[in-house]
């Protein structure tokens, strides 16, 4: 079974640009995470979804991050524009059913912005 | 509001001896309590998880932890360390409809 994919790995942009990482879950997982873990921190929650639904998004900046899962599968998170503390690795995750499934962790995307 | 504390944020262990990972929380109803490894480069992979019933709880890679109400405290133990177990070790708390909160980890590395 694949795990959690993610990609770009790394990633190094200049500030007030924009970025893209992108998730693939594993197959039959409804809920998707993405995490952003500071260096020396544990990941923090940005956004939850269930399915194509947004269940908890109260940590995501939203003035400019966005994020969005389209057909309930993959999943697209964006900052536009980046600013110097985004640098951070961003994690996604996913579980079966519930945020009390087990959830499996992709490698993350290691953000640099400069 | 719910928190989680590692107050260790790195210990060195020599393999084969013994390894306690201290985690203390903060939360008003029963938690339900994860231990996370991460190995460099890898994603977080889950050891173990509290829910209820009995407070020993064993998980993957020999390792267990122990739920202690009246210390706030979910302990992680291995009786014999190995060169492998070398990675973070992350303690997290959360409960029915609320979102999961993580430690900042505690490096643990292995003395040859």
């Known amino acids: 079974e694949a795990g959690v994919v993610q990609s770009p790995r790394y990633k190094i942009i200049e500030k007030k640009q924009p970025v893209a990482f992108w998730c693939n879950p594993i197959?039959?997982?409804?809920?998707l995470y993405w995490y952003r873990q500071n260096l020396g921190q544990g990941p923090e929650l940005l956004i939850r979804?269930?399915?194509?639904?947004?269940?908890?998004d109260s940590q995501l900046p939203k003035d400019r991050f966005s994020a969005e899962r389209l057909k309930g599968v993959d999943s697209t998170l964006k900052i536009q524009p980046a600013e110097l503390g985004d640098s951070a690795v961003y994690l996604c995750?996913?579980?079966?059913?519930?945020?009390?499934?087990?959830?499996?962790f992709g490698p993350g995307t290691r953000l640099t912005v400069t | 509001a719910q928190s989680v504390t590692q107050p260790d944020i790195h210990i060195t262990v020599s393999e084969g001896a013994s390894l306690e990972l201290r985690c203390n929380y903060s939360?008003?109803?029963?938690?339900?309590l994860f231990w996370y490894v991460q190995s460099p480069g890898q994603g977080l992979q889950l050891l173990l998880k509290?829910?209820?019933?009995?407070?020993l709880v064993q998980g993957i890679k020999g390792f267990e932890a122990e739920f202690k109400r009246s210390q706030s405290s979910f302990n992680l133990r291995k009786p014999s360390v190995h060169w492998s177990d070398a990675a973070e070790y992350f303690c997290?708390?959360?409960?029915?409809?609320?979102?999961?909160?993580f430690g900042s980890g505690t490096r643990l590395s292995i003395r040859p």
């Open positions: 509290y829910f209820s019933g009995d407070t």
């Open positions: 997290a708390v959360g409960a029915r409809a609320s979102k999961i909160i």
């Open positions: 979804y269930e399915n194509e639904e947004a269940v908890d």
């Open positions: 197959s039959g997982h409804n809920t």
């Open positions: 995750a996913s579980s079966l059913v519930d945020i009390f499934s087990e959830q499996y």
């Open positions: 939360y008003g109803a029963t938690p339900y």
